[in-house]
Structures are given as structure tokens and as C-alpha cells.
């Protein structure tokens, strides 16, 4: 390729500017190695602008372990809220100055002729030797195709939108999923006293606090978090499971909705098609709570086992009872009929790598990778659920795999002509 004034170079360029990406430039920048940081928006947008207001932590404070930036605050066993959060990120990145141009959005990543990449900006080139493709799995809302069936009159909200209560229209709102985002949004709509109702999809809970201590706390002991996803018992579908849902927010608490549908909140299956004013729904209702109590209960029972097996003293584990279950499967309704004037998607996210043109993907449109190195030489992938553990994509565990990653560029960074003497099995 040519190269002209607008190419610049350097040896690894990093796409995205988040807490992966800047992870990955801490540790290029401990080992002088030149490069540069592309981030679309402003370092850290996502957090600042694509949460609610009420937003925190699910996790513990003492698990946010960034590069020699871990957890200082005074409340490790709380959990930080969203501005909380915004702090402890930008005090990272203030603690070494990374090389970060913002508002660079990358349109193209292909590969030279010559064996090295070329990333296409909105602003200008770059030629590297080695990418790092930080940009997360948060990209594009998952919404099914009969969304467009729905009655225009009836507002369609994205979770990513979602501020708090005053952005949903008045009336009844229908939260779809429950992830994380949809029982803790359903619970924002609920504590400011606004009529909502959840259709529950297939997602797992977990307890929080749990005999004596936080459920994470246990699992991180007991070696849980620890566990790489080559050691689980699918892989696949380890990587494509939901998280569990419990909640951060006034000092930490689990989510039963059992108990919110004992206090009224009404609930429903998986929401199957819309007709206008019409919406379906699977009778999966108990199905899906069963599956959610099992996934809790799983949990307790490892924890149970750990605490036997190596005696610890710890508060005797309380009795489970399924306080509510349905008499009855709501197969559909009428929204005009029953109030409901919006629905908030709270469906999840996929990943955008349309403008990724090495061939490094699956037939799902997934990475193909081992602990973020790829079969094509100089492409990684970092910050994504379960590159490695399930701290991958969490403050956890994102330093090591960056650790991981620039040791692996440390080997490979060699004159021209090494390339002959790269290869990777998958």
C-alpha cells in the first residue's frame, strides 16, 4: 500500500478507549512499547452516558482490579455507584496518561500487503504491527424482527437509553428480559412508584449475601472465578450465557421476583410476537423462575459444600421456599386494553465488527480466539465475557489478560521477516 501524509505508524494500535483498551496501553506503556489508543467517543463514554442514573455495581469494590490501580475507597465489601464508578476510571487513566486520540471512530482494520494491519479512522490511517481490538460486546441492541409489528403509539425504549423513570411516558410500561439491566430498571420503575410490569426471560439469579458473606466473595474463594472457559463443561455456552441478576444498589440485595409478584408486580412469560396492540407470550413463566431458583440454588450448594469441606464456621444456611408461582400462563393481552403505553427493551447486545476485514470470526460473528490471540498474526481481542475467566470482561480480571496479551506482542515484536514463524492450533 501507499502511504501518503494522512498514514501514520506505530507498532500496536489499541481500537477502543475503555477499561480494556487502557488496560492494554498501562501495560504497553510499562514496556515502552510505542503505540496508540483509538477511541470513538470520550474515554469511558459508555459509562457516563449509557447508564441509568441509579446504575452501580453488582460486584464487590475490591474486585475492581485495574493495572496497579486497584480499589482504594473505603468501602471494598460496597459497591460503587455510577459517578463512584466514573472516578475510579478516570483516576486510571490519570495515574499514566495514556496515548488516547478521541473521537476517532475506526471505519476498516484489513491487512497490508506486506504481512502488516491497516486501520482505516474517520480522521486518518495507521499502519501497525500488531491491533488490539478492545471496542466490548455492547454495540448493537438484540431486538426481535416483530418489534416492527408493534403499534407505533406504544414508545419502544433501549435499555442503553434509559435514564430513570421520567424517560418512560405515562401509563404502564412492559419491561422485556430480565438480565441484569431489565430486574434492576424494573426495579427503578418500581421504587418510584410507576406502573410496570416484566415479561421474564431465561436469565439466572444468585443470591448476594449468603451465610455471612457475599455470594462473589465465596465463589472468588472457593476458586470459581478463576476457572478459564477451556475448563468448562460447554464452552459455547458458557460464553453465551446471561449474567445473574441481583443488585448493588442501597448496599446490596438479591432479587426474588417471586416476592415482587407477591406485592403485585404482574409477570409473564417470553414475550413471542406483537400484533398491533396485541403482544404473545410463551407459557414458559414458572419454567423460566424454576430455572432461575436452580441456578441460585446451585450456587448455595457450592457454597455449602466449601464451607463443610473445609470447616469454616459460618451462619447456618436458611431454609429455600418458592414464596409465589403462577396459577395461570398469560398467552397474550391487549396493551390499549391494559394501559401499557411503552416497552423497554432490555434484551441485550451484540458486538459491531462490521468494519473488522481480516477473518478472525465465526459463523456467529464471534471472535475466534485463544485468551484473545486470534490465528491471524498481530489480531487480538480484549475485554470480552469470558475471554479467559469469568472476570474477562469485568474489573476483576481485564488486567491480567492484558498482561496476557502484551507478553504475547513482547515474543512476537521482531524485525521483518518473523512472521514466517507464527503459527497457532485452535
Known amino acids: 500500500m501507499m502511504k501518503d501524509s494522512s498514514t501514520q505508524q506505530t507498532t500496536v494500535v489499541v481500537v477502543g478507549g475503555g ?41 464487590p469494590n475490591w474486585q475492581c482490579r485495574l493495572p496497579e490501580w486497584h480499589y482504594r475507597g473505603d468501602d471494598p465489601n460496597g459497591y460503587m455507584a455510577k459517578d463512584d464508578i466514573v472516578d475510579y476510571l478516570e483516576g486510571f487513566a490519570n495515574s499514566f496518561q495514556p496515548p488516547i486520540q478521541e473521537g476517532v471512530r475506526v471505519t476498516g482494520v484489513d491487512r497490508c ?6 486501520i482505516n479512522t474517520s480522521k486518518t490511517r495507521w499502519i501497525a504491527d500488531f491491533v488490539i481490538l478492545a471496542t466490548g460486546s455492547y454495540d448493537l441492541q438484540l431486538k426481535p424482527d416483530f418489534a416492527k409489528n408493534l403499534n407505533p403509539d ?21 419491561v422485556i428480559g430480565t438480565g441484569q439491566s431489565g430486574v434492576q430498571m424494573m426495579e427503578d ?22 451465610r455471612g458473606r457475599d455470594a462473589t466473595d465465596w465463589l472468588y474463594e472457593i476458586g470459581e472465578y478463576s476457572k478459564t472457559i477451556e475448563q468448562q ?46 403482544i404473545f407470550f410463551e407459557p414458559n413463566l414458572e419454567e423460566n423462575l424454576d430455572r432461575a431458583d436452580e441456578s441460585y440454588l446451585k450456587i448455595c450448594r457450592m457454597i455449602d459444600d466449601y464451607i463443610e469441606s473445609e470447616g469454616i464456621d459460618a451462619p447456618e444456611k436458611p431454609i429455600f421456599t418458592k414464596k409465589w408461582k403462577p396459577s395461570n400462563e398469560t398467552e397474550s393481552l391487549d396493551m390499549t386494553k391494559e394501559g401499557i403505553t411503552s416497552v423497554l427493551w432490555c434484551t441485550g447486545f451484540k458486538p459491531d465488527y462490521s468494519w473488522l476485514k481480516i477473518d478472525c470470526l465465526d459463523n456467529r460473528g464471534r471472535p475466534i480466539h485463544r485468551r484473545g490471540i486470534t490465528h491471524e498474526y498481530g489480531v487480538y481481542f480484549l475485554g470480552l465475557n469470558w475471554l479467559n ?38
Open 189 to 210: 420503575l418500581w421504587i418510584e412508584g410507576r406502573d410496570v410490569r416484566l415479561s421474564v426471560g431465561s436469565a439466572p439469579r444468585s443470591p448476594r449475601i449468603y
Open 19 to 59: 477499561q480494556a483498551g487502557l488496560s492494554a496501553s498501562h501495560q504497553l506503556c510499562k514496556h515502552g512499547i510505542d503505540h496508540v489508543v483509538l477511541e470513538r467517543s470520550k474515554r469511558f463514554h459508555s459509562w457516563k452516558k449509557d447508564r441509568w442514573d441509579s446504575f452501580c455495581l453488582v460486584t
Open 113 to 118: 500487503s506486506d504481512g502488516k494491519i491497516l
Open 233 to 278: 463443561p460447554d464452552p459455547k455456552q458458557t460464553e453465551a450465557k446471561t449474567n445473574h441478576y441481583l443488585s448493588g444498589r442501597n448496599g446490596g440485595h438479591e432479587i426474588d421476583l417471586r416476592e415482587f409478584a407477591l406485592k403485585g408486580l404482574k409477570l409473564y412469560g417470553t414475550v413471542s410476537n406483537f400484533d398491533n396492540d396485541r
Open 154 to 174: 406504544i414508545v419502544q425504549v433501549s435499555s442503553k437509553s434509559y435514564k430513570n423513570p421520567s424517560d418512560i411516558p405515562d401509563g404502564t410500561c412492559l
Open 389 to 426: 475467566t469469568w472476570g474477562s470482561g469485568r474489573f476483576l480480571s481485564v488486567a491480567e489478560d492484558a498482561e496476557f496479551l502484551v507478553d504475547d506482542i513482547k515474543r512476537k515484536h521482531k524485525p521483518v521477516g518473523s512472521l514466517q514463524n507464527f503459527s497457532v492450533s485452535f
